[in-house]
């Protein structure tokens, strides 16, 4: 083949077609830049907007504007010192002084008797007019007096006085005038809602008191068919109080608040001021609203020991708040809790006027948000359950640990008073068994020589008869073992009912039944809670299973148990030393 032949086009196409490189696309190239890339830092000063007064930049002072506060040009970009400071902006008609200067609170005062220990109003802060209608509508209509007529339906999520046509506010005024006779006729919730918003904006027609009754006696009567009124009026009545300086309603909703008072806000503020100390209405909300444990639900709790738990339990929680509570009403301050803070708007999610809306700031005592006063009060109940066990015969017990000494002295103290005597349980026993009992009777000297010689007298007997029968058959006469010969002339024995009396209270039937666990007891008797464990280890077991055996021993001997639960391990019950010791 020629050269040219080799080099021809033809080949050349072949050849391009298995270039692959030549399928792929050809990259873009990037644009060059108008400008030569920054090498050196640039500093940029920010100043104040002309437009500001010049009073704010004169003193410097400064707000985050809410667009651009720095700008880098390339990352080695240095801000002047002096325009670190971000700049201020203000919508007018506010200024920097509000920042500076916090405005005063309207109100401010300490209630009374109660887990509130401060108060603030302060104004919301901003204006409306959305409702200042409805305010005029209702101090018009308060002065309106009803009159007997059929029942109109209402509906609107958000009631108000324009709304109602001539029939329903006729059917408004009537319904209105019962609940004020104190008759409460069936009628719709936005009716109950339109007199709610017209109490508290006129804050009870310029009558406090009368308007808090108001909304108790319309909470207690409708709660029941309109259960939303529990998460309105919880709150509602408290913000309503607090704002008019008045105490908290129990005499009105005694029964009532405790099933309602889940859905509010600040339950502390029904603890405090109308309750009685009879009604045990703050042991009865620690219970339900600040414990882990609730004893309702222990297997023990049965008919039998009911009335006690209900009685004691709640009683003990008391003794301890009454100790360790200080008298200006800050609950458990003797333990260290301090007190709690919360901002909240008053009336939230009712309709209200600008002036009547207001911003609360409280400070108090929290028993449902502090986690401490929650550890306390759950250890309260269980030790006081774990008292109740025992003097029920009852061997397990719960685990206490938030618990101080004090604590524990105080709970002793109560149940000392309130249950001074432990109760045994009895086994029970059949019938047929006692008739296996041996007849009761004292101990006599001649009795006993008597039993004695008649004993002698039947060896006698036995031995003459083993030496005949030994005789007939050729058999050894010797017998296997020797008996002493009675001494004839010695005088008879007769044992000493002082003896025996001390011999038999030196080893107690339960000493006996411990046996090896003795030593153990001895250590709880000594409090020497490093040696229990060191007797627990060198036996390979664990402490609480040793003291589940020799409690068990005790209560099947005379049915209780003797050890129980202290700091650092377990102690014997002093009442049941004289049942095991005689020293």
Known sequence: MSENQKNSPRDDDLD???????LMPKPRRAPQSRHPESVE???ISLDAPVSEPKSHAEDGSRVQSSSLTRREISPSVQMKKDSDVLVKKFIPPHTADELDKAPPPEDEYTPEHSLIHRVRVFGKGGQYNYYEQFLSHAQRIARLRGN?????SFFSYVPQFSQLTKPQLNWYLWWRECVWSGKYLPTDFSYILLYIYEIINTAGHSNPAWGQRQLCFIWREYRRNYPRLDRLLGDWICDFSLLNHLSAPIDLIADTVSEALPSCTLKEFYMGGGYSRADGLPSTMLLTFCSNHSYKSSKFYVSDSKELYDTHIPHALEAVMDRFSSSDGRLMAGTGIEDSHMVRDAYSGALCSFVIRKRLEIDYSSFSRSYELRFIVTDVVKYAENKLRAYLGIKSRLSVYSLTPEMRKCIDEYF?????????????????????DAPRA??????????????????????????????????????PFDLPAPIQDAPMFVPDISSVTNAQQGTSALAEALGEYLDFVRLADAHDFAAQRRYAAGRGEMLELVIDKINEISVEVFGDVILEEADGGYVLIQEYRKEIFHD
């Not at 391009?16 to 030549?22: K, L, M, N, V």
């Not at 039947?458 to 050894?476: D, K, M, N, V």
Request: charged share 30%.
């Open 16 to 22: 391009r077609f298995w270039d692959i490189s030549s």
């Open 41 to 43: 830092a640039v500093e």
């Open 148 to 152: 007997e007529c059929e029942h109109v």
């Open 416 to 436: 000392a008073t309130a249950l001074p005597g432990r109760k045994r349980s009895e086994p029970v026993r059949e019938e047929y068994e006692k008739l296996y």
């Open 442 to 479: 004292q101990l006599s000297p001649e009795h006993a020589a008597q039993i004695e010689q008649t004993s002698w007298e039947t060896t006698e007997r036995l031995i003459e008869a083993f030496e005949e029968s030994a005789e007939q058959t050729g058999e050894c006469t010797s017998m």
